[in-house]
């Protein structure tokens, strides 16, 4: 298979993530306050049917899949593996964070993160064919102080080339980016979750639960935390209903586009 050279042009407004993170718990739901991140040895990461993750490196949350997407939608318009640059200052509006030296210290710790990390997806499709990608989430990364010390001027980020494979067409999906950065860690999942399904079907909150690797240790904690994010979803209009049926413990979704289908 030909990669293509460069990520998919999508629009300003949205953000692109591979389907097999979406439906996965690579990026977990955990609080941001929560406590010092776990390290993974070959770790392997729940996801739906069809998807294998084994990871190596820190435990990644929703702000580190915030600075990815990002990265991402900053690289679409450069030939993969060569050097995105950009400014802190821009990146931390993007992301609505503080601008301020605790956002860059925190930047700094997630563009570590997600390079440190050895990464291997495996795909199978309908007809049982299997493809995958092995590497980092970013290569490498480098920033320089401005005379005055304030590391917010220039940034550099490297992809690398061969995460093309997570991008053809029918292996990921848009975000709307505003929606996005509305959203608390796990209605923020829950979002890019059901956004890499046009028909979504029932789910079991054990399942959503094991999905999500949420830190709600007993499964009636995270039914009353994922009721709270489903409700904001529809607040937001992006579910018009969402309900955790109590017979079969099981939520189901409707979003806009199936009504009008």
Known sequence: MVLPLQLPLWPNKQRGIPNAM????????????AGARKSYERRVIAAVGGIGITYTGFELRQDDADVLLQILHLARPHDLGTNVSFTGHSLLKSLTWSINNASKERLISCLSRLSATTLDISITDREGLREGYAGSLIRSFFWRDDSTGK??????????????????????????????????????????????HSMPFPMKVETLHR???????????????????????????????????????TVQVVRKHQIEA
Not at 22 to 33: D, I, K, Q, Y
């Open 151 to 196: 590391a917010l001027r220039n940034w550099t980020v490297l992809l690398e080339p061969k995460i093309a494979a997570l991008f053809l067409p029918s292996s990921y999906s848009r975000l709307d980016w505003e929606l996005r950065m509305s959203l608390p860690p796990l209605a923020k999942w829950l979002h890019t979750f059901y956004q890499t």
């Open 22 to 33: 979406a439906r996965s718990a690579l990026f977990n739901v955990t609080n941001l306050r």
């Open 211 to 249: 999905l999500t690797d949420s830190d709600a240790k007993e499964l009636w904690h995270f039914r009353a935390d994922l009721k709270k994010a489903l409700g904001l979803l529809v607040d937001k209009s992006f579910f018009i209903s969402a309900v955790i049926d109590p017979r079969t413990d």
